[in-house]
């Protein structure tokens, strides 16, 4: 791979089969599996950083039916996941996509896996979000990539987007699932501090040299194995701090994209395409007027994207014909999250996906105090139902609220599991602390009798294991992120009786977009009269969301991400082989 230190390093004539604006998880898969098919490939990243939002991610990537699912869940068949998506999705996408999706999703993983260093595994038990419809799964559809060496990049490192601080420990240590489950373990298991010990004495040679930790697992882990399968392929080109400020498109219908306007710091270059342009740029949350008008009343600092999302891409895209799905269920993808300000003056945006809301011990409440939500269902349904509440009593923000026990067991956010360390986030009001819950209620500003109501409701459903008001933990994927080992009759249901108590306040936070242009089945991006646009090709959150606004699985952003990458560079592949054979 070529990094290209500015514009002015591209010949004035210079021509590429393939260009992709930017390089997110779904831009950089587009990229390489167009380098594996033999396409020259340039592709063009609007910061200092790859990765976009799926670096801050988990990296799970939801494609049913890999070689991988076998291992897992042999009994899975992709006729049951179809069967799943149209319980779930029904008409907010078109089935023709999704079927495209699921007859391609093998091949896909096939390719990146038999020719890059991209490599998943299947996570034991890892079910389907709305996991009480027919055709769902409790494991086998989704893939976390494999932890990845970040040394092995060298320089590139740096070019790898950091994770969300609060997602680390100790100064820039990365952490998954099984790491937490070690390190909340270390002093009860020889297993889990041998574990633990490994890490963290990893972590401090790592920090002698580099200013993070570099075993990079989750989003930055795929990122990584992205990057450094990229950097193996001579016929690809990285321009990086470039925007892209014009998409030429021909007089000659058959021809379609021809070319495209770069920018950086006044200097502007304009190169040739043959394949066509893929628009991975990352979706419109952090476009100002098109958030307002999809997701209005929702701050952009609620949302815990990358700062890559600017919606410009959308913009030259719309000029020439291009326009939005119309059909799904919600603009965006949610979560609920909660908000600090950090010692550097940033805003801190952290999503509550599944360490702390649907533990026993815990409850969120409304202004009234009361509940209006299952806490243990998905984080897209949670973030929805706050808002659908806050239209008749303020539920924005909501309140979540535990026992002290609770906390030292779960944490509460930014609070790590363990009880220590509150100061901080006592004194900058983060988090709020009481003996009593009428003092909490007092200082949180709600109601007390509500608040004291939901509580003794809450103990009583801990005692019985059901939840008569929101039906919590009835379903697989809400008693997997409970907590069996409490020992309740119900994982997602404890009593609140050991004080103090404590309480964050929540708001729903768009994580991604849902909305993007519509696409036919190989990702061509279609006009206002629903052609396709020759050579023009979205993915990722570019593109409308083949899941029309409903979350149904992890990774569900991420693994059409990957197949319509993986669609998208072969028909442009065949496109540029097309256009370079000599007309007879």
Known sequence: MQILSSLAALPEAASFDLVVIGAGGAGMAAALFAAIDGQKVLLVERTEYVGGTTAY?????????????????????????????????GEHSPRALRQAFLDNGKAAVDVMEDHSEVHYRPYAKHPDYISDLGGSTLNGRALEPLPFDGRLLGDLFKLVRPPIPEFTV??????????????LALGKSMASFKHALKLITRHGLDRLSHPRGTRLVMGNALVGRLLYSLSKRSNVSLLLNTSVGKLG?????????????LMQEGQRRTVSVNGGVVLASGGFNRHAQLRAQMIPGVPAEWS??????????????????????????????????????????????????VMDRAKPGMLTVNQNGERFVNESTSYHLFGLAMQQAHKTTPAVPAFMVADAEALRRYGMGMVRPGGKGLAPFLADGYLTQ??????????????????????????????????????????AYQQNIGDAARGGKNPNLGALTQGPFYAIRLYPGDIGAATGFATDANACVLGEDDKAIPGLYAVGNDMQSMMGGVYTAPGITI???????????????????????PTP
């Open 57 to 89: 991610s988990a990296g799970t990537t939801w494609i049913p039916g890999t070689r991988h699912a076998a291992k897992v869940n042999p009994q899975d068949t992709l006729a049951e996941a179809a069967r799943y998506l149209d319980n779930a999705v």
């Open 170 to 183: 100790l100064g820039g240590m990365m952490v998954d699932r099984t790491d937490i489950n070690h390190l």
């Open 249 to 261: 498109r021909s007089l000659e219908h058959t021809r379609g994209i021809e070319s495209v306007l």
């Open 304 to 353: 815990p994207t990358a700062p890559v999302a600017t919606g410009e891409a959308h913009t030259l895209a719309q000029q020439i014909g291009a326009h939005y799905g119309t059909q799904g269920a919600s603009h965006a993808f949610w979560a609920p999250v909660s908000l600090r300000k950090r010692a550097d003056g940033s805003s801190a945006s952290f999503p509550h996906f």
């Open 434 to 475: 009481a003996n009593t819950l009428d003092e909490l209620a007092q200082k949180l500003g709600i109601n007390a009798a509500g608040l004291n109501a939901s509580v003794a409701k809450i103990n009583a459903y801990a005692q019985s294991g059901v939840d008569p008001d929101f039906q919590r933990g009835v379903t």
């Open 559 to 581: 693994g059409p991400g990957l197949v319509f990458g993986y669609l998208a560079a072969k028909h442009a592949g065949a496109r540029a082989s097309a256009f370079a054979q």
